[in-house]
């Protein structure tokens, strides 16, 4: 229902048309001073008569720009001979004159008229309002899409620049490389094909992300037996000496296999155990406790490492975000943002804790109950 406002200098003129409208639409009459704060309120047409827009034209003029870029219709009542004699400001805010007398049903006519003349400029506005939203949306897709092709072909570079440096060496000097500096070349390839693999690994998550293709496929899992396995696949894959060490509090091995999606958590916890033991400082030793209560279970990864500086750790988990801190260790910035999302799809949560130069704890959250729901 439009709400009308309807400021006539002579209250039976006011009281005759509100009588016809009322029926339709909420309207509101300004007898007197006292009143005009209505014209700073929410309203969708004014109805005015000449002496009123003389005598108002400044509270009806900061009416109409306070719901600017919308049109707010301001429907002139006046007599035929009077409409040479309005100034020329006056027809600034006037849409629409009818001359007196009027007829009511001419009167209705130009009152719908101009209120679909507003509804069209809502939507018009708010029309414009989703253009410019998706405008600036299209704008960060292309910065992010930018930054992350740079990302990307800066990480895939390095690797790639020490296979090819390596393999130049072994083809062109390997008559004069010792078994175990050949050995050592290889390592270094092998290392660098590892750091490949993962690159790609994150770029096709990053892509289903994109596409809402990653889902969550719970199935009955042990997962203290999981972590182990995932520990031990940590310990053996990582190019730097560690220690890992996994925690275990006496409840959880009460636990029956939760249904938990094995994908994605596997992504979860060697995600996190790489970046503790990358960002860690010598000795590398990092700890795995899991622990539980009766509604989640809880893992959490600590390290003894560089630490994340405050202001760094609110962003951490937004894509293609590093800390400040990192210097040249190597990084895309997504890791951290796919654990999030891996993490929210079994219905949990994730947090951090660090402390520059004294480490970082990670914690992850999810939840025992109603897991088989995704």
Known sequence: MARILLLFSRAANQDIVAAKLTPHHDVRSITGEQDLNLLQSPFDILLVDGPSLEQYWDAIQQGRNAQKPVLLPVLLIIAKEQVSTLQPKYWQVIEEILTAPIEIAE????????????????????????????NQDLQELNRLKSQFVSMVSHEFRNPLGVISGYLQLL??????????????????????IKRLISLVD???????????KLSFEPAPLDLIQFCKRIIEETQHSSTVDCQLQLEIEEELSLLQPMPLDQNLLNYILTNLLSNAIKYSTEPRAVRLHLSTSPKQVMMQITDSGIGIPAEDQAQLFEPFQRATNVGRISGTGLGLAITKLCTELHGGQISLNSVVNQGTTVTVQLPIKDQAQP
């Not at 009167?107 to 410019?132: D, F, G």
């Not at 994150?202 to 809402?212: A, C, N």
């Open 107 to 134: 009167l209705q006519a130009r009152v719908e008229t101009l209120l679909r003349i507003r509804q069209l400029s809502q939507e018009l506005h708010q029309a414009n309002a989703q253009l410019q939203t998706a």
């Open 202 to 212: 994150d770029v096709l998550i990053m892509g289903r992300m994109g596409v809402g």
């Open 171 to 192: 083809d062109h000097d390997t008559h004069r490389l010792s078994a175990e500096r050949k050995k050592v070349f290889f390592q270094h390839i092998r290392d660098a």
